[in-house]
């Protein structure tokens, strides 16, 4: 009887599951059997990407765009986390994170990067560019941007790209107008002895200062001065302790995008090639923001008090005139290769 009921409760169980739809093959076999492949689901990569900068900036639009193109191109497979403000350090500290693969990517000027890439010191020749048209098409050069590429790559990094982002201008509590007038005064500059001997060339008194320390020294009397793009200028207050902004023109804003390239190495080709168009994404939007916004940074400086000098091309000349010896060091330093590509663009 015992065996009875059992074998009419087993039976009772197989048909229960056969009533349900149940079976005893695990999906992954029964898919099989129909000849489907099993799906297969993996966590998304994770980009971190960083910059120095506060969100109102070229850099947060650029760091946003490459972030939407990512998102939206990699079919799930790939997400980006952005930290502005120098969440995760200052330029250097971000470079070097980038290297060792602590930070996925990250933009700055290109001068702190020299300090990791000695040829990206070719934006640093002083003066170079006469109009922003110059600029552009430098920036844009593919032969440059190759030759240029091979040097990041020595140093563990993928150059995404280079853009530009206007050029940088002078702020002091007194007007420049020439040479002289930089007597004495002490600037500060980014971490690069190219930028430092510019200024000493043409009688100021450089002294290299992080970022992020830059509005308290400001503000304590530490510098007199400093230079910076014009968006920086605005979206980092440092008109709150400078009285008259100066469009030297001295130097290209000149952003460079990178990456660690072991990372982007052992991408998919079908990965490169969205972070590929995210970079291009990245840098258009930066373009688009700084460009869209310097007659209204222009006018909301004036409304702030602070006069803006535009200096002409005969007084930019007397400045630049003095900086031969910097043009000297850049050519030295450079990877000749690189100084190559980079007059040829320039000559076009």
């Known amino acids: 009887m015992k065996k009875f009921t059992l074998a009419l409760a087993l039976a009772l169980c197989i048909g229960s599951l056969s009533a349900c739809g149940g079976s005893s093959t695990p999906a992954s076999s029964a898919a099989a059997s129909n000849g489907s492949a099993p799906e297969k689901t993996a966590d998304p990569i994770v980009i971190t990407f960083t910059h120095a900068t506060s969100e109102e900036t070229s850099q947060q639009a650029g760091a946003l765009a490459f972030k939407e193109y990512v998102e939206a191109n990699s079919d799930g497979k790939m997400i980006v986390n952005v930290y502005p403000n120098s969440q995760m350090g200052g330029d250097r500290e971000q470079i070097e994170g980038t290297q060792e693969g602590s930070i996925t990517a990250m933009t700055s000027g290109s001068a702190p990067q020299v300090n990791f890439v000695g040829s990206a010191v070719i934006f640093d020749l002083p003066f170079a560019f006469s109009s922003n048209e110059d600029a552009f098409k430098v920036f844009q050069d593919e032969n440059f941007n190759q030759v240029l590429a091979k040097e990041y790559e020595k140093a563990g990094l993928k150059l995404l790209g280079a853009s530009f982002l206007d050029f940088r201008a002078t ?4 007007p420049i107008n020439t040479p002289a007038d930089l007597s004495g005064m002490t600037i500060r500059t980014m ?41 920086l200028i605005y979206a980092q207050k440092f008109y709150e302790q400078q009285k008259y902004v100066i469009k030297t023109r001295h130097l290209p804003q000149t952003l460079i995008w990178i990456m660690n390239k072991d990372f982007y190495d052992g991408l998919s080709d079908d990965l490169k090639q969205v972070v590929d168009g995210a970079a291009k994404a990245a840098m258009e939007a930066a373009d688009e923001y700084t460009f869209s916004n310097v007659e209204r940074i222009e006018k909301e400086l004036t409304d702030q008090g602070i006069t803006i000098i535009d200096l002409t091309p005969e007084q930019i000349h007397a400045f630049s005139d003095k900086t031969k010896k910097t043009w000297d060091m850049v050519k030295a330093d450079v990877n000749p290769d690189v100084y190559d590509a980079f007059m040829a663009a320039l000559k076009k």
Do not use: I, S
């Open 171 to 174: 702020t002091a509590n007194f």
């Open 191 to 231: 971490e690069n002895k190219y930028h430092m001997a510019m200024w000493q060339e043409m009688g100021a008194n450089p002294t290299p200062l992080a970022f992020n320390e830059l509005y308290t020294a400001l503000q304590q009397g530490t510098v007199d001065g400093q230079e910076n793009p014009l968006e």
